[in-house]
Each structure stands twice: as C-alpha cells, then as structure tokens.
C-alpha cells in the first residue's frame, strides 16, 4: 500500500516507489505541493497548482469555483490542520491526469474539529510544462 503522510509543510520527493513514470511522478509532486498550500494557507501556491477553470467538489455535494475554494482555504475559513493522501491510483492520458485517492484529513472551523474520511476522483490538466487542478470531487464510501 502506497502511503505519504504531510504533517508538516515540506517539499515531497517522489521516488519509483511511488510512482509509474516521470509524469505520475510529477502528478503525485503537484497533489502533495497542493495539499501543503492547503494545510498552509499559502494563496501563491494554491494559485499555482490549481486551474482557471476549477470546479472542487466536496463530499456533500456543494461545489466550488476557482476563486471560492481559494479564498476559503487562504480566509482561513476552513483550516486543514492534517491531510493524509493514500492509495493514489494515477492514469496520464496526454496533457490530463486521473488520480483516485484516499484523503483523509483533520480541519478547524470557527474553533471546532473535524475528521474528514473520504475519497476524492482529482483531474489534473498539464499547462505549459506544470500540473493545474482542473477539478476535484470528494465522496464517502
């Protein structure tokens, strides 16, 4: 079983073990940068790793452009205090990248915590040599 805990905002080095081929490798380098940006709140980087045209979907059914899921995270509005990416399954296909995952993650709203649990279906779109979230929907299983 593939798995890669972020507790701490670091960079991720991808190695064969984890990874397919330089593109899964590069994939999986985005999904971990994001999920650093996130638990950070670094509006920068989540800028950088996510598409124009998102739509981020969550595991209730609400969905978020772009602009809404960034602000929600940099707001501070939803803080993700853990995020545990696991069993990542990744298919390149061109310019666009399928990833099916675990995510488990521990946030603070308004001073409450949560445990998140879920799986997530992630596309990724390759834009001038870089890896972009173009969409994202989480669910229970």
């Known amino acids: 079983m593939k798995k890669l ?10 190695s064969a ?20 940006a996130m638990m950070s709140g670094n509006e920068t980087q989540m800028q950088e790793l996510t598409h124009a045209s998102l739509t981020y979907g969550y595991s209730d059914g609400s969905v978020q452009n772009k602009t809404a899921f ?3 995270i940099v707001s501070r509005q939803t803080r993700y205090r853990r995020i545990d990416l696991t069993d990542a399954k990744t ?7 399928i990833v ?27 834009h001038n040599g870089k890896w972009r979230l173009l969409a994202r929907q989480g669910y229970k299983f």
Do not use: P, Q
Not at 19 to 25: F, M
């Open 100 to 126: 099916r995952e675990h995510f488990s993650a521990t946030t603070e709203l308004g001073g409450k915590f949560d445990e998140l649990d879920l799986n997530e279906l992630l596309v990724w779109h390759r």
């Open 91 to 97: 298919t390149v296909a061109g310019d666009n990248a």
């Open 5 to 14: 805990i972020l507790a701490a905002v670091t960079g991720v080095i991808c």
């Open 70 to 72: 960034v602000d929600t």
């Open 17 to 36: 073990s984890l990874a397919n081929s330089a593109n899964d490798c590069a994939v999986t380098d985005a999904m971990y940068h994001l999920a650093a």
